[in-house]
């Protein structure tokens, strides 16, 4: 249902674009991207609802990352810019329906019902 791509190695400063294609009704979801480094837990990056109206970042992000659609492509788009050596992870898109438990818990895993299988993103410095 959800197939993440556009991890790699990168230098602290520089930028990398995530994708997540999305097959089925799993578009029409509110998505949402989240990142597990190693000995972590999985832990939230950013989020958009259906309409792609709202979204909503972890602070540490903030300024630095977009979440967006390519509707064309049913896509969800993670552009992420000056790119710190904490951001080193796998990433990971989930698709969840939006409903009140979803804007109420969208920080957390749990009203996520479909999740892609992660792409590695490295920065060195």
Known sequence: Q??????????????????CAASGRTFSYAMGWFR?????E????????KSARNTYYTDSVKGR??????NAKNTVIL??????????AVYFCA?????????SYKYRTT????????TL?????
Do not use: C, H
């Not at 999985?42 to 609802?49: D, G, L, P, Q």
């Not at 990352?65 to 390519?70: E, L, Y």
């Not at 009203?111 to 992660?118: K, V």
């Open 42 to 49: 999985r832990e939230f990056v950013a989020a958009m609802s």
């Open 2 to 19: 959800l197939q993440a791509s556009g991890g790699g190695l990168v230098q602290a400063g520089g930028s990398l674009r995530l994708s």
């Open 65 to 70: 990352f977009t979440i967006s659609r390519d």
């Open 79 to 88: 552009q992420m810019n000056s790119l710190k050596p904490e951001d080193t």
């Open 36 to 40: 597990q480094a190693p000995g972590n």
């Open 121 to 125: 993103v490295t920065v060195s410095s």
């Open 95 to 103: 698709a969840g329906l939006e409903t009140s438990d979803w804007y």
């Open 111 to 118: 009203p996520y019902d479909f999740w892609g299988q992660g």
